[in-house]
């Protein structure tokens, strides 16, 4: 047989005890500061109706929809009624049009979850990955945005990144922009989807494609381009948006959010980016994307999009998110240390007559809340159960030979000095804790 026969599907990955540990840490770390701040767990199905998915991610979105076939005779037809969830924003649309008397206003939701997407794998392209998110919806508050932003930063803080920053701008300042370049309404996004490719392709190649591809005259391309990256872009975007209304309350989105998460997320953490884009056009106001030294693109990004869950299907209420690349941190991480993943204490049995011994030394030592593994081979001898013990990374070693069980006693062997101590079966949970004290 092909050896890949053991291999996980192309694009899917097997996650051993110490990278699953890994994973589990961020995910609790992120977890952790999302309760903190209010958010609410919630889970959906793998698997939503078709209907629910298709039309809302594009005709290429579309085409990544993993679908289920219709069970039974349908099988053979091709038919499909069912589809692996794409991505966690069209089920919290869902969630939020069946539920919403149910649920609090504004709702506060997190999700740490897998997603699948046909995509073609590569390089870390997964086809089942973990999404990690946290949105609000029904509040307009500019208080929306500055919760989310800390919130997220706070995440990435307890996941272990360290070094980031949180570029922010807003699709009013971008449609502002456009309006005062007298760029038309119909050529204007097209534009921004061109201006997005800044943080990837040099000025000059962004500075042709306006022209080539959309119709700006090299004039208006050059000066465009040149307004969103010169060093002064911050000064220039003010000066150029201080009479256009609609720029003008972009920037005071802006401000306000530096003015409100700035203190909390460390101001040299966040700043103004008038070359930030995000090519999705269902912004409505504020949008953030994070970068961080080491890692190509944003490990997370967001904003508020007020329409986009009506769109979706449910009610048209205001909405703010923050998607955080939790699969894109872990793998930053490297490898996992996997001496975070020792055990308390092995039990040796030396004996079959000690078994129900060393099932009761184990039993009270997981009931003191200390982690313990009992020998589940066959050999009996000392050496091969110590080396077990090692391979476990097992801080200590309980032995029972026929002198302690005479005298109801246990040794425990320190496996990191070789020390060791016996005491009696009654005192063994209270020297063990003692021990780790020590």
């Avoid at 046909?118 to 208080?143: H, M, Y």
């Avoid at 106001?285 to 693109?297: F, K, N, Q, R």
Wanted: net charge negative; charged share 25%.
């Amino acid at each position: 047989m092909a050896s890949h026969q053991f291999e996980p599907p192309s694009g899917t990955r097997d996650f051993l005890a110490a990278d699953l540990r890994q994973r589990e840490r961020v995910f609790h770390a992120a977890r952790t500061v999302f309760e903190r701040y209010g958010f609410e767990p919630l889970q959906t199905p793998a698997f939503e109706r078709l209907e629910t998915l298709t039309g809302k991610y594009g005709d290429e979105g579309d085409k990544l929809i993993f679908k289920i076939l219709k069970r039974g005779v349908h099988e053979g037809s091709g038919e499909a009624d069912m589809a692996l969830r794409y991505d966690q924003t069209v089920p919290l649309a869902r969630v939020v049009a069946a539920y919403g008397s149910q649920l609090p206003t504004p709702y506060k939701r997190y999700v740490i979850g897998p997603v699948w997407r046909a995509d073609r794998p590569g390089k870390g392209r997964f086809r089942e990955f973990t999404q990690c998110d946290i949105d609000v919806v029904g509040s307009a508050s500019p208080l929306v945005e500055a919760e989310v932003v800390c919130a997220g930063a706070n995440a990435l803080d307890a996941m272990g990144v360290r070094d980031f920053t949180i570029l922010i701008n807003s699709r009013k300042v971008l449609t502002g922009l456009m309006q005062v370049y007298g760029v038309p309404t119909d050529r204007a996004a097209g534009v921004l989807i061109t201006l997005d490719k800044l943080d990837k392709l040099p000025p000059a190649q962004v500075s042709a494609e306006l022209v080539e591809a959309r119709g700006l005259d090299p004039a208006t391309a050059e000066n465009l381009v040149n307004d969103v990256t010169a060093q002064d872009a911050v000064d220039r975007m003010r000066a150029e948006l201080k009479d256009n209304p609609e720029g003008a309350e972009g920037l005071a989105e802006v401000d306000r959010l530096l003015e409100l998460a700035g203190p909390h997320v460390d101001e040299d953490r966040i700043r103004f980016a008038p070359n930030l884009v995000r090519g999705l056009d269902y912004y409505t106001g504020a949008i953030w994307e994070v970068i961080a030294p080491g890692l190509p693109g944003s490990i997370a990004s967001g904003g508020r999009y007020d329409h986009l869950i009506k769109a979706m299907g449910g009610p048209d209420v205001p909405a703010c998110g923050f998607p955080i690349g939790v699969e894109r941190i872990i793998g930053a991480l490297g490898a996992p240390d996997e001496t975070t993943d020792r055990i308390d204490v092995a039990v040796t049995i030396m004996s079959e007559n000690y078994v129900t011994d060393a099932m009761g030394f184990a039993q009270a030592l997981r009931s003191a809340g200390r982690t313990a593994e009992i020998f589940l081979g066959s050999t009996r001898k000392l050496g091969k159960q110590l080396k077990w013990a090692a391979d476990r990374r097992a801080r200590y070693a309980l032995l029972q030979g026929e002198s302690e069980h005479a005298e109801e006693a246990v040794t425990i062997r320190d496996l990191e000095t070789g020390d060791q101590e016996r005491v009696s079966v009654g005192d063994l949970v209270t020297a063990l804790d003692r021990k780790f004290r020590i």
